[in-house]
């Protein structure tokens, strides 16, 4: 089983909607969490961190977290075709482990 | 904002040559990764150093090497090239070991002909 698991894609959304892209750990001493974007062919991005159960808002952005159910969450409001990417889910502990990435296509 | 740089940003070669890929990390950034990223995969955790020491190994093959220079910029050695080594190699820094953000370069694109 892989360490970081996201829910499988494709994803598709219309424009304006709300975008839900889940992932779940299995190391519960985990204390980092991380959403990075990456376009094709392109390095991945930094969008938003979390360290602390609860939600944690950064503009059109919304990554909450619970440690108690190693689940993390990115919600992306007001969907935009210029977020259609993959959104990649990471947990560091010595190394960044990253989930196998969910397309997110939205439709304008 | 400076940003992690990575050069060359495309590389061509041949089987069985060596290739190096160096990795400029961001200003004050101690902790450097390698990812290897297949068509269509998620990165793969190479290796990692802190404070110009290995911290951690990842799924990184023997015939290739790496290490972090007194300036905290980073080489990747990579001989004996196989076809299956063509992919996208990533960079990323960050401050301190474990539990920061870490920022990617934009990566070096590998192809063995």
């Known amino acids: 089983q892989k360490e970081v698991e996201q829910n499988s894609g494709p994803l598709s959304v219309p424009e304006g909607a709300i975008a839900s892209l889940n992932c779940t750990y299995s190391d519960r001493v985990s204390q980092s969490f991380f959403w990075y974007r990456q376009y094709s062919g392109k390095s991945p991005e930094l969008i938003m961190s979390?360290?602390?159960?609860g939600d944690k808002e950064d503009g059109r952005f919304t990554a909450q977290l619970n440690k108690a159910s190693q689940y993390v969450s990115l919600l992306i409001r007001d969907s935009q075709p210029s977020d259609s990417a993959t959104y990649l889910c990471a947990v560091e502990g010595r190394q960044l482990t990253f989930g196998s990435g969910t397309q997110l296509t939205v439709l304008p | 904002a400076a940003g992690v740089i990575q050069s060359p940003r495309h590389l061509i070669k041949e089987k069985r040559e060596t290739a190096t890929l160096k990795c400029y990390p961001i200003p004050r950034h101690d902790t450097v990764y390698w990812y290897q990223q297949g068509p269509g995969q998620d990165p793969q955790f190479l290796i990692s150093?802190?404070?110009?020491?290995?911290?951690d190994k990842g799924s990184i093959p023997d015939r290739f090497s790496a290490q972090q220079f007194s300036d905290y910029h980073s080489e990747l050695n990579m001989s004996s090239l196989e076809l299956g080594d063509s992919a996208l190699y990533f960079c990323a820094s960050s401050k301190g070991q474990g539990y920061t953000e870490a920022f990617f370069g934009q990566g070096t694109r590998l192809t063995v002909v």
């Open positions: 979390i360290y602390s159960n």
């Open positions: 150093f802190y404070e110009k020491m290995q911290s």
